[in-house]
């Protein structure tokens, strides 16, 4: 059963640093494409980054230069450095991972920016 928990997030200021930690249970993920996606408050799920098995990453425009996705691959963990965060990143982030033709999910972490 494949299990995707994610940790990390909490309140910080504008301006500030969180680093997101996903990390997936029941197969070998290693060679699997792990991403982030983020939904903020009355807004539609946004797709922000993903990362290959071999280390290859996308971003979206809005979170480019400020967030950097990495990951363990051995640990079958992902993760998601944000830096320089703004209000309106402010959202739940979820971790995907696709596996053997299904996409699956964590339950989210919360993240308020805010002073």
């Known amino acids: 059963q494949v299990q995707l928990v994610e940790s990390g997030g909490g309140l910080v200021q504008p301006g500030g640093s969180l680093t997101l930690s996903c990390a997936a249970s029941?197969?070998?993920?290693?060679?699997?494409?792990m991403g982030w996606y983020r939904q903020g408050p009355g807004k539609q799920r946004e797709w922000v980054a993903q990362?290959?098995?071999?280390?290859?990453?996308n971003y979206a425009d809005s979170v480019k230069g400020r967030f950097t996705i990495s990951r363990h691959s051995t640990k079958n963990t992902a993760y998601l450095q944000m830096n320089s965060l703004k209000p309106e990143d402010t959202a739940v982030y979820y971790c995907?991972?696709?596996?053997?033709?299904?996409?699956?999910w964590g339950q989210g972490t919360q993240v308020t920016v805010s002073s």
């Open positions: 995907y991972i696709n596996h053997m033709g299904d996409r699956y």
């Open positions: 990362i290959s098995s071999y280390g290859s990453t």
């Open positions: 029941g197969s070998d993920f290693s060679l699997r494409v």
